[in-house]
């Protein structure tokens, strides 16, 4: 079943990341189903939210978008790169362009290393240039101007991740993504192990970069609150399939799958009479369900 759309997708040009029909199964006796049949575009510039409840898919789902798990069936393209048909050297090259941001900004770091190892680790890997003695005060200087671009110090290169908060090892995180000057980042629930206060800050200088950097972001979420502040468009997954694909604006205020509306209706709310009458909706038969 194609999901439901309530909005045409962005007409800026051709999409950066396309997933068409991803299927991914774990086991080989009773095979569990992680993904089935998934296609969505992201496009240049956008954020698009992957929303859904815990075990519906969506970890899995950014995993073969990322090549990091191949998919049962199915392809990823990347700028019209069929990931599955490069080489080793040309996934490598893909992958510069694509990071990610953790959702755990202290277990995502080794704890003895320093930040600016942290921090350098991309560079290291990808680039032969930034590695030696005579590199590492060019590396220094980049690490310091990722610090810097994140709203942290240059000065605390030397200093440990728990030396800092949890809002400040995310930055980390962020400066570590943002080493090899990538187009798209995947932020796998990137606030959700901050406080509401921190999550603001955060929140705004991931709008601050995306503007200023041009990226695209695969934002993955449960927390619609959140989504609502950050997404053009949302994908809603259930069972590991997409039920609706739109408009964030569109998706959130005027749902068309009953399970959206069920994601909706458990959103806290203030208001008790809000809370009354949605608990005095009808539920969806199964068939809706589905």
Not at 11 to 26: D, H, N, S, T, W
Not at 178 to 188: F, H, K, Q, Y
Not at 241 to 259: D, I, Q
């Amino acid at each position: 079943m194609s999901p439901e759309a309530t909005a045409p997708a962005p007409a800026a040009g051709k999409p950066l990341l396309e997933l068409v029909g991803l299927r991914k199964e774990f086991g080989t006796g009773t095979v569990n189903v992680a993904v089935d049949d998934v296609s969505l575009e992201v496009y240049e510039g956008e954020t698009l939210a992957l929303v859904g409840e815990s075990g519906c898919g969506k970890t899995t789902l950014t995993r073969l978008l990322l090549k990091l798990l191949p998919p049962t069936a199915g392809s990823v393209r990347f700028d019209g790169q069929d990931l599955a048909a490069l080489s080793a050297a040309g996934l490598r090259s893909v992958r510069r362009e694509m990071q990610v941001v953790l959702q755990d900004p202290y277990s995502s770091m080794n704890p003895r290393m320093r930040i600016t190892d942290i921090v350098a680790e991309p560079l290291i890997t990808h680039d032969p240039a930034a590695r030696g003695r005579r590199a590492r005060a060019r590396t220094r200087e980049r690490v310091g101007e990722l610090l810097e671009a994140v709203g942290l110090d240059a000065g605390i290169q030397d200093r440990y991740p728990h030396e800092f908060s949890g809002g400040q090892r995310q930055r980390v995180s962020i400066a570590r993504a943002l080493a090899l000057r990538p187009r798209l980042l995947v932020l796998d629930e990137p606030t959700s192990a901050l406080d509401v206060s921190v999550q603001a800050t955060v929140l705004d200088l991931l709008a601050e970069l995306q503007q200023r950097l041009g990226l695209t972001y695969v934002f993955v979420s449960h927390n619609l609150a959140v989504v609502r502040q950050v997404a053009d468009r949302v994908a809603v997954m259930r069972g590991g399939r997409l039920v609706e694909v739109g408009a964030a604006e569109a998706v959130l205020r005027t749902p068309r799958h009953p399970y959206t509306r069920q994601l909706l209706d458990a959103v806290p709310v203030l208001d008790p009479r809000r809370g009354r009458r949605a608990a005095a909706r009808p539920a969806p038969t199964r068939e809706e369900s589905r």
